[in-house]
């Protein structure tokens, strides 16, 4: 285990002056993380005039080779994390996409990504937390301590406490991620391929290790089926990619049939551009990328951006000086049974209209292939176990697909702003999906329990905030506060 006293000390120091920050707040001031990124998408209708002091836990504490775990501060980007386990030859089971989500807010909201066909979500490689509650405590939560708040935590979104500390899972790496970018041009066909390859991990005879997806029409979809390999031949190619500078990835999967990446650019091959997202600033543009600094080619500059555009106003006013109609966000992931996948992606076409549209497949991981589980057996103290993740209450066994799309439509005549989330929101219920809440909501509160776990939610919310010192899930998914 690579571990120094000094890391520990000043993790004990970084714990203490949070503590005493959130100690220093006044009842009644709404509590915020004093950091300077964030990848939520819902503005706040305030600001909190002071937050908690969160610096000095933003590192990683610890990677054990052979236990193949990582004891990681809340507060670490996963940029940080990855580059520390790949010293290791080591990676977490989940990688989210952008390179500034932290790990904390990854399990206390949901994190994705294409190994999560076979490893769920970030949470679920979770073996033990330290988390600072509402009210004031710092406790060491796991499935045989606090096992109701380790099971609550995911999808609370620091509205019961923060993550302090988080004991995670690993896997093994190879040096390269070898990628074959498959063509379907009928949606059904897409939905039955992902459920085989979930099934058998394997694709004409070829092993799948990671799976996701992006549809660009109803006729042009692809499943991008990567595999572990040791070398580009092994890939079926002459030499990597790299889609750092000039080329830009998404353009890539429709272009190439083969592909291979290094490991660590694998992990961000999505950050460089925000998937496609970069196109609204021009950095697509051939001339315009040239000249673009490539340090500022990356997902947390265009977030910082996209702030001041918000704060400012500034798409709004060049919409309203060229005369065109005001235009409303829609900034969405949202999980789908894979049954209903096709017939949502049909719905979403027809109703919304947005491409390109991301596809993420996943299913939660079998409770025997996770140790944390099996190690603490059931809960003595308990009247009956806890239900995993009630906040998120996806099925056991299921097969999800994540559906990702990010930009804007224009409001129509007789439309206000909100009103095609809202049509969005009824169609994820009409196919009995979820969606994530790190953007725009719109549920009224009698939905909004019986989707998010509402009944657990208000038992844990009393038992470790009792005086709702912390904004609740609610407060914060709709009312934006």
């Not at 919304?352 to 099996?374: F, K």
């Not at 009824?426 to 009944?455: E, I, M």
Request: proline share 6%; charged share 25%.
């Amino acid at each position: 285990m690579t571990a120094t006293l000094s890391d520990r000390s000043s993790h004990v120091r970084a714990v203490a002056a949070l503590t005493a920050s959130y100690a220093a707040i006044e009842e009644g001031t709404p509590v915020r993380l004093a950091k300077r990124t964030s990848n939520l998408f819902r503005p706040r209708a305030d600001q909190a005039p002071a937050g908690l002091d969160v610096s000095g836990l933003d590192g990683v504490l610890a990677v054990d080779p052979i236990a193949r775990t990582a004891d990681v501060q809340g507060m670490c980007t996963y940029e940080r994390l990855v580059a520390e386990c790949l010293r290791h030859g080591l990676m977490p089971k989940v990688v989210p996409q952008l390179k500034t989500i932290t790990l904390g807010g990854a399990v206390t909201g949901l994190g994705i990504e294409s190994s999560s066909f076979r490893n769920g979500l970030p949470h679920e490689s979770v073996l033990e937390m330290d988390v600072l509650t509402g009210d004031g405590r710092l406790l060491t939560v796991s499935p045989a301590q606090h096992p109701d708040l380790f099971h609550g935590f995911p999808n609370s979104y620091g509205s019961l406490g923060y993550a302090v500390r988080l004991l995670i899972e690993l896997d093994p790496v190879r040096g390269f991620v070898g990628l074959r970018n498959v063509r379907f041009t009928d949606l059904d066909d897409l939905a039955a391929a992902v459920g085989r390859i979930t099934a058998e991990r394997s694709w004409d005879g070829e092993p799948v290790d990671f799976l996701d997806g992006v549809v660009f029409s109803s006729d042009q979809a692809y499943l991008c089926l990567g595999s572990w390999v040791d070398s580009p031949a092994d890939a079926g190619v002459e030499s990597a990619g790299d889609y750092t500078g000039q080329q830009i990835y998404y353009r890539s999967i429709a272009a190439r049939e083969r592909d291979c990446l290094a490991v660590s650019d694998y992990l961000w091959r999505w950050d460089t551009d925000w998937f496609w997202c970069s196109g609204a600033f021009g950095v697509q543009n051939p001339v315009i990328r040239r000249l673009w600094p490539a340090r500022y080619r990356r997902s947390d500059f265009y977030h910082r951006l996209i702030w001041i555009d918000h704060r400012f106003k500034v798409a709004e006013k060049i919409d309203r000086i060229r005369r065109q109609p005001p235009r409303e966000r829609v900034v969405q992931d949202v999980e789908i049974p894979l049954e209903q996948t096709a017939t949502f992606l049909r719905w979403f076409a027809g109703n919304v209209g947005m491409s390109p549209v991301w596809l993420c497949p996943l299913m939660l991981r079998d409770p025997a292939e996770t140790e944390a589980e099996a190690a603490a057996g059931p809960d003595p103290a308990a009247d009956q176990p806890a239900k995993p993740w009630p906040l998120y209450p996806l099925s056991p066994g299921q097969i999800y697909v994540n559906v990702g799309f990010w930009g804007t439509v224009p409001i129509t005549d007789g439309r206000s702003d909100g009103d095609v989330n809202r049509l969005i929101e009824a169609a994820v219920a009409k196919h009995a999906g979820h969606k994530s809440l790190y953007s725009d909501a719109y549920y009224d509160r009698q939905t909004f329990a019986a989707v998010y776990g509402g009944d657990v939610y208000a038992e844990l919310k009393d038992r470790y905030d009792p005086g709702h010192r912390l904004t609740g899930l609610y407060e914060k998914a709709v009312g934006r506060r």
